[in-house]
C-alpha cells in the first residue's frame, strides 16, 4: 500500500474514445503531480497541482486534460489520443515547497490501439 | 540532451554483492539529488537522497556518495539481495517555488542472483 491509489490499472481504448484516470491520496498531501513514463526516456513531468491550483503544464497536449477537485484527488481526462500515448501513467503527491514527489502511484498502463 | 546521465543501464550483482550505480551531471545549478526505486508493476519509491553540502549519505546498506568537483554522484548497495532487484533513478533538482525542475536518469536495471 503505497499510499497513493490509482484507478484503472490497466486501460486499452481507441483513439477517439474517452476515459479518465484517477488518483487519491489519504497521505495529508497538499501536491499532486502526474507523470508519464515511456520505455527509453526519462520520466516526464506532464502537470503539477498545488493546493488544487494547477501551477505547472509541461507543454502537455491539449488531448490531456488534468482535474483536480481537492487537495485528494486527482483527474487525468483522455481524448483523441494517438498511439506514442501509450505509456505508463503515474499520479504522485508530494509537500507544497518540495518540488520532489514523495510518493508514487503504482500507476495506469494505458495503451491506445 | 541528458541532463542527469546514468550508468550503467543495466547491472547484474551476485548475491552478497555491491551494486554500484552512477549519475554525473553538468548544470552546477542542481541542489538536490534523490534516488528512486522501481519494481516491475510498482511506482517509483524515494529510496534516499542528498544535498551537495555532504560527500556521503547512507542508509542501512544503500549509500550515497557524492563528488562535487567532479559533478557525480553514485548510488552504492551492500550486501546486495535479490529483494534489491529492480530499476533505480537518480534524479537532480534546480530552481525555487513554481520554477522548481526535477530531472530524471534513464534508470538502471539491476538484478541481484541468488
Known amino acids: 500500500e503505497t499510499g497513493v491509489t490509482q484507478t484503472p490499472r490497466h486501460l486499452v481504448m481507441g483513439m477517439t474514445n474517452k476515459k479518465s484516470l484517477k488518483c487519491e491520496q489519504h497521505l495529508g498531501h497538499n501536491a499532486m503531480y502526474w507523470y508519464k513514463q515511456s520505455a527509453k526516456k526519462p520520466l516526464e513531468l506532464m502537470f503539477v497541482y498545488n493546493f488544487k491550483e494547477q501551477t505547472e503544464n509541461n507543454s502537455v497536449p491539449s488531448r490531456f486534460s488534468p482535474e483536480c477537485p481537492n487537495s485528494s484527488h486527482l483527474f487525468l481526462h483522455l481524448h483523441t489520443l494517438q498511439p506514442e500515448d501509450s505509456a505508463l501513467y503515474l499520479c504522485?503527491?508530494?509537500?507544497?515547497?518540495?518540488?520532489?514527489?514523495?510518493?508514487f502511484g503504482d500507476g495506469t498502463r494505458l495503451s491506445i490501439l | 540532451q541528458q541532463q542527469v546521465k546514468q550508468s550503467p543501464q543495466s547491472l547484474i550483482v551476485q548475491k552478497g554483492g555491491i551494486s554500484i550505480i552512477n549519475c554525473a551531471y553538468e548544470?552546477?545549478?542542481?541542489?538536490?539529488f534523490p534516488w528512486y526505486q522501481q519494481f516491475p508493476g510498482k511506482g517509483p519509491a524515494l529510496l534516499i537522497a542528498?544535498?551537495?553540502d555532504v560527500s556521503e549519505k547512507k542508509e542501512g546498506r544503500f549509500t550515497i556518495s557524492f563528488n562535487k568537483s567532479a559533478k557525480q554522484f553514485s548510488l552504492h548497495i551492500m550486501d546486495s539481495q535479490p529483494g534489491d532487484s529492480a530499476t533505480y533513478f537518480c534524479a537532480a533538482s534546480k530552481g525555487a517555488g513554481n520554477n522548481r525542475k526535477l530531472i530524471w536518469g534513464l534508470g538502471t536495471s539491476l538484478a541481484v542472483n541468488p
Open positions: 548544470n552546477t545549478a542542481f541542489d538536490y
Open positions: 542528498i544535498r551537495p
Open positions: 504522485a503527491s508530494g509537500l507544497l515547497g518540495v518540488k520532489e514527489p514523495q510518493h
